[in-house]
């Protein structure tokens, strides 16, 4: 079974702007209705996977947003985040505390390298990792990364900055397959999703990457995204993936959705 991290958004807000999509957001959350989305999308995973938490910290708003935390490697270890802005660097040390009590070895990049966790890296089926640069994390992140795993890593360059993580625009799913957005990328690095994923990658339109339909949790055959249109939902559907939609829209005021409030352990 699947084990995620969550963060109840005990002081979520979007107080201050570092992407496109808390510009104008700040003070305009609902948190009432903000804590009622977590909660569901809590039952939801909580019937499919284990779940652990961390506790929220105040004046730390988008610890919320658990996929920045780190990188969880196999065996009990991750890479533990470097975050670009100061207003996320405070959030370092409690991700490290938790892991240090949960018995993980943790890790972090050389130097001043940035490197943002699971939201700019993720793993495809065949256990290849994926790293998104060119927004939040350095291009140097790859190196090392790949140094630390003793494994290639593949790196995306993103271009467009509402797709500031990678998990934002890509999303590996099992059986090979994946779904991206094509305009958050090179044209270099659109090809490298092609070459990997071959006919079994699916391209979201611009409704469906605005409504954060990448940022999906995948457990076995079912996919948790925001929202999907019919057609990615029929296209979904002929992979054999059932799609669950669990309204986050309060999160996506601060820039994130179902796949940024999970961290997998
Ligand atoms: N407001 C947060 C930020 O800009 C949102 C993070 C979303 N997380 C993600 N994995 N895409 O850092």
Not at 137 to 163: C, K, M, Q, T
Request: aromatic content about 10%.
């Amino acid at each position: 079974m699947k084990t995620f991290l969550m963060c109840k958004p005990g002081y979520f807000e979007v107080s201050y702007v570092i992407n496109p999509w808390m510009a104008g957001n700040q003070g305009r959350v609902n948190k009432r209705l903000a804590a009622q989305q977590w909660e569901n999308l809590y039952d939801v995973l909580s019937r499919k996977a284990l779940i652990r938490l961390i506790e929220p910290v105040k004046g730390l708003p988008d610890m919320v947003f658990t996929a920045n935390g780190g990188l969880v490697c196999r065996d009990h270890e991750v890479i533990v985040s470097s975050f670009r802005h100061p207003q996320r660097q405070a959030e370092s040390p409690y991700f490290s505390k938790f892991f240090e009590d949960s018995g993980y070895r943790v890790m972090r990049l050389g130097g001043d390298i940035k490197f943002e966790g699971a939201g700019d890296a993720l793993y495809d089926s065949n256990g290849q990792v994926w790293v998104g640069y060119g927004h939040r994390s350095d291009v140097e992140a790859i190196n090392e990364i790949a140094a630390l795993f003793h494994a290639p890593v593949n790196g995306l360059h993103l271009v467009d900055p509402r797709w500031y993580h990678l998990d934002t625009a890509f999303c590996p799913l099992e059986h090979g397959c994946a779904i991206a957005y094509a305009k958050a990328f090179s044209p270099h690095s659109v090809n490298k999703i092609k070459n990997a994923f071959g006919d079994r990658i699916i391209w979201v339109a611009d409704e469906d990457a605005s409504n954060f339909a990448c940022n999906a949790v995948n457990i076995g055959h079912d996919i948790i995204l925001n929202k999907a249109s019919d057609e990615l939902k029929t296209a979904l559907n002929k992979n054999n993936f059932n799609v669950i939609e669990v309204d986050v829209s309060e999160f996506i005021k601060a820039g994130g959705a179902c796949k940024c409030l999970t961290l997998e352990l």
